[in-house]
């Protein structure tokens, strides 16, 4: 997965671009954890507790939902998980149409647990570096 963090020095804000199929996780850490410090080392805690352990851990932000698993990290946005809660509740098995997959793919990163830690260390790293408060 490539990734490249910017910092934006007229008004201070961070950005962050990922790779095709993975722009959700970019928004995550942008807007979900952004440079909040304890929230990323929250964050990195409950995955390396994951990894170990096992089962599963969540958190649902403003706009994006986080699901970390032994083996994958999943970050949705809550419309998403709010739609798929509400099909399965109603058993509803109709095909989405292809807007609505289209949709999905830009409010949905899947990528492997190790590779989600890489990109939230280097987040963190690159927050410290240049002035989080």
């Known amino acids: 997965m490539d990734y490249e963090f910017r910092r934006n020095t007229l008004d201070g804000s961070f950005h962050a671009e990922l790779s095709m199929g993975h ?3 970019g928004r995550w850490l942008v807007d979900e954890v ?3 410090l304890e929230e990323i080392s929250e964050v990195l805690s409950a995955s390396q507790h994951i990894s ?3 089962g ?4 649902a932000g403003k706009e994006l939902h986080l699901t970390l698993s032994r083996e994958e990290a999943l970050v949705q946005t809550n419309a998403v998980v709010e ?3 509400s099909s399965e509740i109603s058993n509803d098995s109709h095909e989405q149409g ?3 997959r289209d949709y999905d793919e830009e409010s949905v990163s899947l990528c492997g647990l190790e590779d989600f830690n890489q990109v939230l260390n280097a987040w963190q790293d690159f927050i410290k ?3 989080a408060r």
């Open 56 to 59: 599963e851990w969540q958190r």
């Open 23 to 25: 722009e959700a996780l």
């Open 129 to 131: 570096r240049y002035g």
């Open 83 to 85: 739609r798929e809660l």
């Open 34 to 36: 952004s440079t909040n």
């Open 52 to 54: 170990v352990s096992g």
């Open 98 to 100: 292809d807007d609505l």
